[in-house]
């Protein structure tokens, strides 16, 4: 399926990739509806919460080093600034970089521009944009404002282009416009593919491209013991890095919810080959990703030879670990594909894993490979999982999920779940920082990082003492997925 960079705007994933927010069952079961396309998108009857495509693709853009982002929107979108700010910086502070502030506006439209149009305050807060910090380009983040009063960004922005001579990028991300959050990703990525990215001068045989968050570099380290280097991207690159990712030899991306948009938008434009493996979470995904960068590295036997003294080094402990984990169980929540990848650790380390909720389920991928089909190796890896939810991370479902499994742990990539896993007296364990759970040495860290929760067992007992759900004893006898049936009415 090809990706359309024709368009200002990125097709949606639900229509895109036939993405599904609700679903109750097996794996097998989502996974051979999924092969025939047979779920629908269908609306919740109601959201006891939300999150927005805007705020996901405003977490890449505007912590590119040497951009400016101009929020066109009512004040309350820029709610996620302060966020990211404190992000970008720690992540500054952490590279080696100058700790600088991220380099965001707000057009703050008002009720009067939603009857006027915001046009001229757009142009404004671009040119001021421009005058406050010289940046190499401007992004513009749409809003569910700017979007129902139909303002003519693409001609703001092509009249910007031409006063100011640097490129500025729309990125329609209004938050009406897709129910699924990571569709947002692919926005940021469908800019900057359409309006950043340069065809190669040169080819950069050694440079593996990966697509990551906020977090550690461990690939350099890894990859630079078998001769390659590693870059990063999209948070806290510059203008001129993205500008050349065209020049690497493949790319890869620790997640098929944040990635395969882009690697497939590469793979398409400039022949850079996407990694066709799983992620490099838990021992036997991290063998298959290295060997893929090998073959086409050509770096086979220095793959192969790695792979055994990384496996090596780490062996003891891993006994260790299992033998401290032995019997316990475990319920994942993550958004998509990453809790795939927590279940390929989790099986390395001998934790029995009762249930997973994925926020979404994208029923294809951009690039259609199976070898990047996540749930297909996931079920490969741990057999069927019985107790397969997708849920938009909403908390009364949840908790009738969680108290009927009743795992020893849970483990969560959002904080948010950790802090509802607290409230129900579950040790939780945040796999926040994604980077130091990759490869060999990632299942050891993650395995150290759940022993030391397990710790706390008593303290969190003692905290779910004292709270107090909202919910009735008549909604706790529920099946968490009722209302999408619509067995309990609107
Ligand atoms: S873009 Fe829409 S959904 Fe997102 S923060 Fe603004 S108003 Fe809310």
């Not at 609700?22 to 051979?32: E, I, M, R, T, V």
């Not at 490099?280 to 030879?305: C, M, S």
Request: proline fraction near 4%; charged fraction near 25%; include cysteine.
């Amino acid at each position: 399926m090809a990706i359309n960079l024709q368009t200002p705007e990125v097709e949606i994933r639900e229509n895109r990739l036939n993405s599904v927010l609700s679903y109750q069952g097996s794996a097998k079961d989502l996974c051979a509806k999924s092969a025939q396309r047979l779920l629908p998108c269908r609306d919740n009857s109601f959201n006891q919460c939300g999150d927005c495509s805007a705020q996901r693709a405003f977490l890449h853009i505007a912590q590119i080093r040497d951009t400016a982002v101009v929020n066109h929107g009512p004040i309350g979108c820029a709610g996620d600034f302060a966020i990211f700010n404190a992000q970008f910086r720690g992540g500054c502070r952490s590279k080696g970089y100058p700790v600088e502030n991220i380099r965001a506006l707000s057009t703050n439209l008002q009720e009067r521009d939603t009857v006027y149009g915001g046009g001229e305050k757009l142009a404004e807060t671009i040119r001021e944009a421009y005058r406050r910090f010289h940046p190499k380009a401007i992004f513009v983040n749409t809003s569910c404002a700017s979007g129902i009063i139909g303002d003519d960004i693409d001609g703001v922005v092509d009249a910007a282009e031409k006063e100011l001579g640097i490129p500025i990028v729309p990125i329609y991300c209004e938050g009406f416009k897709s129910q699924v959050w990571t569709t947002g990703f692919d926005a940021a990525f469908h800019g900057i593919l359409r309006k950043i990215v340069k065809p190669p001068k040169e080819k950069r045989a050694d440079l593996i491209t990966i697509f990551n968050f906020v977090n550690e570099d461990v690939f350099t380290p890894l990859l630079a013991k078998i001769g390659l280097k590693a870059k990063c991207l999209v948070v806290h690159s510059s203008i001129e890095e993205l500008e050349r990712i065209s020049e690497a030899a493949a790319t890869s991306h620790i997640c098929e919810t944040l990635g395969t948009y882009i690697a497939k938008g590469l793979e398409q434009e400039y022949g850079v080959p996407e990694i066709k493996s799983p992620p490099p979470f838990g021992f036997a995904w991290t063998d298959a990703w290295l060997r893929e960068i090998g073959k086409i590295t050509h770096k086979e036997k220095e793959v192969e030879a790695l792979i055994q003294s990384e496996r090596e080094h780490v062996e003891q402990e891993l006994a260790e670990l299992r033998k401290k984990l032995e019997g316990k169980t475990a319920y994942i929540v993550a958004g998509a594909s990453f809790g795939h990848s927590i279940l390929s650790m989790a099986r390395d380390l001998g934790i029995e894993v009762v249930g997973i909720t994925g926020f979404h389920h994208d029923q294809r991928f951009d690039n259609e490979d199976d070898r990047i089909n996540s749930l297909k190796n996931a079920i490969t890896c741990a057999g069927d999982i019985q107790n397969y939810h997708v849920c938009n991370k909403q908390p009364y479902q949840l908790i009738n999920i969680i108290r009927a499994l009743k795992p020893d742990l849970l483990l969560a990539r959002h904080d948010n779940m950790v802090i509802l896993g607290t409230k129900l007296g579950i040790p939780s364990v945040y796999v926040d920082d994604a980077n130091l759970a990759v490869g060999y040495a990632g299942v050891i860290n993650t395995g150290r990082k759940i022993i030391q929760v397990m710790q706390t067992k008593n303290f969190i007992k003692n905290i779910a003492k004292h709270v107090k759900f909202p919910y009735t004893d008549w909604w706790y006898q529920q099946d968490p997925f009722a209302f999408q049936r619509g067995e309990l009415g609107e």
